[in-house]
């Protein structure tokens, strides 16, 4: 190899590491600015969590998928009485303080927990 093919080649590896320390420097700087970010966020929904205007309560003793009775009034569907499959339902979502469900006839609505019976056995049990 001359000299003149080898002089070149530490030239190129010199700019390699010029290189390599520009982009590890650049990895440090985009680093620091994620951490900065991640903290801003973190401070953003611990604030946000504090501040919540609902209380929070920590089991209805209902889950989706229960079948449950309505126990409070229930207002009559347009053009007829209310029957027992108005009364029936199956629970479709959670909503503290709301228990909504989708009752028997295909109605979905909302209740507080209070106004609601879980039925044992749905398949078995008759109201």
């Known amino acids: 190899m001359t000299t003149n093919k080898l002089d070149n080649l530490i030239e190129q590896f010199s700019n390699v590491r010029i290189q390599e320390k520009k982009v590890k420097e650049q990895a440090r700087i985009l680093e620091e600015k994620a951490d900065i970010i991640l903290q801003k966020i973190k401070t953003f929904w611990s ?48 909503d503290h303080p709301w228990i909504h469900f989708r009752t028997l ?23």
């Open 47 to 94: 604030r946000s969590i504090r501040v919540t205007s609902r209380p929070i309560i920590q089991d209805s003793g209902f889950e989706i998928g229960d079948y449950v009775f309505i126990a409070n009034k229930i207002t009559s569907p347009p053009g007829r009485e209310v029957n027992l499959n108005d009364r029936k339902a199956i629970v479709t979502r959670i």
């Open 105 to 127: 006839n295909g109605f979905d609505t909302k209740r507080y927990a209070k106004n609601l019976k879980k039925i044992p056995n749905s398949s078995q049990h008759e109201y």
